[in-house]
């Protein structure tokens, strides 16, 4: 006898002892029995999403009075914080990741990008073959297995990536690839903080392109650029693309996507006339002889720093005010300036005197190194004593080497060391003022070239009519050429914390529709639970062809007074909260709210659903 044939036989007995033993016992039909209606109706039942049915932690961590969008997503259960830097994501803050996901993948599917899986894991063996692993630094997690063989987890896969593509492509036909992955990160940050936005753990999606030309490298970079814009401007948030310093990623051609906030630690600079827009980086280092500094009052400073040998003593000496736009405002060194300089500086030290002065070593091949911003050349240096020039170190060190860099080894140009300030004169196009905006990183695209292909040997033989015109070769004739390559990341995680800090009120989080958690949350009033059901439903309903979508819902079913379950609301920061009251029963009316554009009205229910689909539109 099969499986099958025995359990229909002893559910057919089991049922037959049911009404000899009680004759009222009814047999339920069985699911194809059932009419559509009642069917459609038991589905419905079963698919509302409920608050109770989810794990959302009691929002009793954390400093109440710190207003943080950390300590929001904290506080209202969208993760927790496992070691310094590491986190926990819990299903509200699951359900927004997913989400960003959701809206990566689509844009990645229309550049025609596959997505992969690459191991977190890397050897040291590989970012040695590509010359990365003595830049690094220390802020890789390595590691050594058993066998004493070095590994790493991995910050960023280009090793891995060109290793992969570079072993499985065998014509030049199969170019170009586009491969991408969304995965979790690793850096051993020196100093974590601000939540997701700084952490040593961390989610990000990589983009890594592939072609067998330049130009066709150039081609896909400004699609993916394209893509890019496409994906921001569905975030409903304004956003900056900067020209950028590639890094240590290498690649000489480079852009960011910032979100301007008061909390970021990245300037982004744009000119009021021209399109010049660019990180703090770029700016420009020297300046020409006919800009001049001509201020009779100025308070001689010097910032200081260290280089990573700790045999270097790096003094950048400027003047405390600079004239911006009529007017003179404090002066701030640009440490990026200073690194075009010293590219071994080490500028996390709080007090790089006291490290220097108690480094051992030979004494001789100590060194000081007076860095001179522009302004203060002239009688500004020359009226400083030699005792207020020796007062970034002990006296008592005598066998110090001291320099003094004025101007620019390559083009003899003075320096200018001081960072850019709201008002300046645009240097690019002469006429345009500046404008200064403290921002937070999402999103690099890169043009590698050939910095990881050649290194690795990622090559392709491609028919030579096909690179470029060649008189002394035959037309048939192939080349072999290295791979053009491009790295394009997200920060994933850093997009969810920099989206709360960013939309954040006093009142909770805000997310934008693409992200939240839920689109709509709806709140019933005491003993209006079957009415919240009711309009649940309704909302519900899925929209006619061509949109042919239903709205993402939640229903507050959980066992609290109506004002905490509004200050939840307000806290998790669901796009719109409709409150469900005594007015749905007797005229069939909601409240329909929405901090994001200060809505917040009686709304009847044959305008329901056209008025919550209006506000979801608008964020």
């Given at each position: 006898m099969s499986l099958l044939a025995s359990q229909s036989l002893r559910i057919t007995n089991f049922q037959n002892r049911a009404l000899r033993t009680c004759p009222q016992t009814i047999?339920?039909?069985?699911?194809?029995?059932?009419?559509?209606?009642?069917?459609?109706?038991?589905k419905a039942h079963k698919q509302r999403a409920r608050l109770s049915r989810l794990w959302i932690p009691s929002n009793d961590v954390g400093d109440t009075k710190d207003q943080s969008s950390h300590s929001k997503l904290l506080r209202a259960g969208?993760?927790?914080?496992?070691?310094?830097?590491?986190?926990?994501?819990?299903?509200?803050?699951?359900?927004?990741?997913?989400?960003?996901?959701?809206?990566?993948?689509?844009?990645?599917?229309?550049?025609?990008?596959?997505?992969?899986s690459l191991s977190s894991i890397s050897s040291e063996e590989l970012w040695e073959k590509s010359g990365r692993l003595q830049n690094a630094g220390s802020e890789l997690f390595r590691f050594q297995d058993r066998k004493k063989a070095k590994f790493l987890l991995s910050p960023t896969h280009e090793e891995e990536i060109t290793s992969l593509v570079s072993s499985s492509l065998n014509s030049y036909r199969s170019?170009?690839?586009?491969?991408?992955?969304?995965?979790?990160?690793?850096?051993?940050?020196?100093?974590?903080?601000?939540?997701?936005?700084?952490?040593?753990?961390?989610?990000?999606?990589?983009?890594?392109?592939f072609d067998y030309n330049p130009e066709m490298a150039l081609d896909t970079y400004h699609d993916v650029r394209q893509a890019y814009d496409e994906l921001f401007d569905e975030l409903k948030i304004p956003y900056l693309v900067a020209e950028a310093d590639s890094g240590d990623i290498g690649g000489d051609l480079s852009h960011e996507f910032h979100f301007p906030t008061p909390t970021g630690e990245d300037n982004i600079i744009s000119c009021t006339k021209c399109s010049h827009v660019v990180n703090e980086e770029l700016t420009e280092t020297t300046v020409?002889?006919?800009?001049?500094?001509?201020?009779?009052?100025?308070?001689?400073?010097?910032?200081?720093?260290?280089?990573?040998?700790?045999?270097?003593?790096?003094?950048?000496?400027?003047?405390?005010?600079?004239?911006?736009?009529?007017?003179?405002?404090?002066?701030?060194?640009?440490?990026?300036?200073?690194?075009?300089?010293?590219?071994?500086?080490?500028?996390?030290?709080?007090?790089?005197?006291?490290?220097?002065?108690?480094t051992e070593g030979i004494a001789s091949i100590r060194r000081v190194l007076n860095l001179l911003d522009y302004r203060m050349l002239g009688r500004v240096w020359d009226r400083?004593?030699?005792?207020?020039?020796?007062?970034?170190?002990?006296?008592?060190?005598?066998?110090?080497?001291?320099?003094?860099?004025?101007?620019?080894?390559?083009?003899?140009?003075?320096?200018?060391?001081?960072?850019?300030?709201?008002?300046?004169?645009?240097?690019?196009?002469?006429?345009?003022?500046?404008?200064?905006?403290?921002?937070?990183?999402?999103?690099?695209?890169?043009?590698?070239g050939t910095r990881y292909s050649k290194p690795m040997k990622a090559t392709v033989d491609v028919p030579t009519e096909l690179l470029a015109a060649c008189d002394d070769l035959a037309p048939k004739s192939q080349q072999t050429v290295n791979l053009q390559m491009g790295c394009h990341g997200i920060g994933v995680s850093r997009i969810i914390g920099a989206?709360?800090?960013?939309?954040?009120?006093?009142?909770?989080?805000?997310?934008?529709?693409?992200?939240?958690?839920?689109?709509?949350?709806?709140?019933?009033?005491?003993?209006?639970?079957?009415?919240?059901?009711?309009?649940?439903?309704?909302?519900?309903?899925?929209?006619?062809?061509?949109?042919?979508?239903?709205?993402?819902?939640?229903?507050?079913?959980?066992?609290?007074?109506?004002?905490?379950?509004?200050?939840?609301?307000?806290?998790?920061?669901?796009?719109?909260?409709?409150?469900?009251?005594?007015?749905?029963?007797?005229?069939?009316?909601?409240?329909?709210?929405?901090?994001?554009?200060?809505?917040?009205?009686d709304v009847p229910e044959k305008k329901l659903l056209q008025t919550v689909n209006s506000l979801l539109a608008q964020l």
């Open positions: 047999i339920l039909p069985t699911v194809s029995q059932r009419s559509s209606h009642n069917l459609d109706t038991f969208y993760l927790r914080q496992a070691h310094s830097g590491i986190f926990h994501m819990l299903p509200l803050g699951l359900r927004v990741q997913n989400k960003l996901e959701a809206l990566i993948d689509k844009h990645m599917s229309n550049l025609g990008a596959s997505r992969v170019l170009p690839v586009r491969l991408y992955q969304i995965s979790r990160k690793y850096r051993d940050e020196p100093r974590p903080r601000q939540g997701l936005l700084r952490s040593r753990e961390f989610v990000m999606k990589d983009l890594y392109t020409p002889e006919d800009i001049k500094f001509d201020k009779d009052v100025v308070s001689p400073r010097y910032w200081q720093g260290i280089t990573r040998d700790r045999l270097t003593l790096v003094n950048v000496w400027y003047v405390n005010e600079v004239e911006a736009k009529s007017a003179l405002t404090k002066a701030a060194v640009n440490i990026h300036a200073v690194k075009t300089i010293v590219p071994t500086l080490d500028a996390s030290i709080e007090d790089p005197r006291s490290v220097w002065e108690s400083l004593t030699p005792n207020e020039k020796r007062s970034g170190w002990s006296d008592k060190m005598d066998t110090v080497l001291v320099d003094v860099v004025s101007r620019d080894s390559a083009s003899g140009l003075r320096l200018d060391l001081i960072s850019p300030q709201t008002g300046d004169t645009c240097r690019n196009c002469g006429e345009g003022i500046l404008k200064v905006q403290k921002s937070i990183e999402l999103g690099h695209i890169f043009h590698l989206v709360a800090d960013t939309l954040a009120d006093e009142k909770g989080l805000n997310w934008p529709r693409v992200m939240a958690p839920y689109e709509a949350v709806i709140v019933p009033l005491h003993g209006m639970q079957d009415a919240a059901i009711e309009v649940y439903d309704h909302l519900s309903s899925t929209h006619p062809p061509p949109e042919n979508f239903s709205l993402d819902l939640v229903l507050d079913d959980r066992d609290l007074r109506f004002p905490a379950k509004m200050k939840d609301a307000d806290l998790t920061g669901y796009p719109i909260i409709v409150v469900v009251g005594k007015k749905w029963t007797e005229n069939k009316i909601c409240e329909v709210q929405c901090r994001r554009v200060h809505f917040k009205e």
